[in-house]
């Protein structure tokens, strides 16, 4: 069908094209939010887009709430006096009183910023500018020093030898791989070709016994690869229907169930499929591919004739 | 020495074994085929041998206006036949029932 129509399965929480064949929709679809194993690298934090803005502004946001946390303080003081500490809600007073005073107790410290912030109220961008100081700021704040790093100093360095050791995720480039959208053509009435099956095992690094068997077991029908490659099934199905269907084989049998990477191998181990992965090296065991009950739905007096 | 304690038994081995015994590998298989021209079968395998099987499918018959029949089969046990695709429909009848939990459907097809 079409020809830009791709499929990614990658990292990214993008925001999944129309056309596109999104394995993060199927992932997410499936799990719904109670996927807990994926939750550090599905957080936001990890996924980072193309643009290298993006971690600043991830840290940028949690800054901003700590702030905003302040802010909200000034403006709330009255309805909810207890929850900010005593020690910062003095400053504000004083900040009330006299301006001047508080200035030139508090310039050394951080707290002059967040005055700032609650003297003249920004317009974001502002704030996120000067956030984006403050980082660089609070870095190499603590070399030379002996006091105790805060949690976004910590956060901070993590991320940053985080994105210094895997410069691919940045760009967030990694694990994605372009597949095309299954080609499903009708043939007749009665049978469905589906035209790039060939291809799209070689895509997926799979054996096309394997696909073909999980396909026809999922669609509860029979069908085969004929001359040309393509495989040729009974019944009539749609696109949609065999994207959703493939799918759910990428889940299950193709990317790591640990960390979602694509570059596994399956392999067989008296009985059992095992998908092991080569991005993190983890292990596991896959269903294994049962086409369990199908009912008659022939023409029984033909089936009889046959077996008679 | 004794090492009694250090054997490892479960005391819930047996309650697990029959109930797994039950329905194969635990879980209940909802899948869809296709018959001639548009129509659609569901089918439902895995129900426990515990259930009256016949009256489930009456129940249904007259929830989702639909055909059913109970099919016994040597393998996998009685399955259930509906017609058209009710998987959404016994999917969410078997939970709401209580006979199904939810992780124990595993929901077949396109
Ligand atoms: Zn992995």
Known sequence: ?308 | MSIQNLNTFDPFADAIKSSEDDVQDGLVHVRIQQRNGRKTLTTVQGLSSEYDLKKIVRACKKEFACNGTVVEHPEYGEVLQLQGDQRENICQWLTKSGLVKPEQLKVHGF
Not at chain 1, 23 to 36: H, P, V
Request: aromatic fraction near 6%; glycine fraction near 6%.
């Open chain 1, 1 to 308: 069908m079409d020809e830009d129509m791709v499929f990614d399965p990658s990292l990214k929480k993008k925001k999944k094209k129309k056309t596109g064949f999104d394995i993060d929709a199927a992932l997410a679809g499936d799990q719904g939010e109670s996927t807990s194993v994926e939750a550090p690298a599905a957080s936001g934090d990890v996924d980072l887009p193309e643009d290298d803005n993006l971690d600043l502004d991830n840290f940028g946001k949690k800054k901003k709430k700590k702030k905003k946390g302040v802010f909200n303080m000034e403006e709330l003081e009255n309805t909810m006096p207890e929850t900010p500490p005593a020690e910062e809600q003095e400053p504000q007073e004083d900040d009330v009183i006299d301006d001047l005073d508080l200035e030139i107790d508090f310039s050394k410290t951080k707290k002059k910023k967040k005055k700032k912030n609650i003297e003249e109220p920004m317009i974001e961008d502002d704030i996120k500018g000067e956030d984006q100081e403050n980082i660089e700021d609070t870095t190499g704040d603590w070399i030379g020093t002996d006091r105790d790093y805060t949690y976004d100093e910590l956060l901070e360095r993590v991320f940053d030898i985080m994105r210094e050791k895997n410069p691919s995720m940045v760009s967030g480039k990694k694990q994605k791989f372009i597949m095309r959208p299954p080609q499903v053509v009708r043939i007749g009435t009665k049978k469905t070709s589906f035209a790039n099956f060939t291809e799209i095992c070689k895509t997926l690094h799979r054996q096309p016994k394997h696909l073909l068997d999980f396909l026809l077991a999922e669609l509860g029908t029979s069908g085969s690869v004929d001359g040309n490659s393509q495989l040729i099934i009974k019944g009539r199905f749609q696109q949609k229907q065999i994207e959703n269907v493939l799918r759910r084989y990428i889940k299950e049998y193709v990317t790591c169930h640990t960390c979602r990477s694509p570059d596994t191998i399956l392999q067989k181990d008296t009985r059992l499929f095992f998908l092991q992965c080569e991005t993190c090296g983890s292990r596991c065991s896959v269903a294994s591919i049962k086409s369990g009950f199908q009912a008659v739905t022939g023409k029984r007096a033909a089936i009889r004739a046959k077996t008679a």
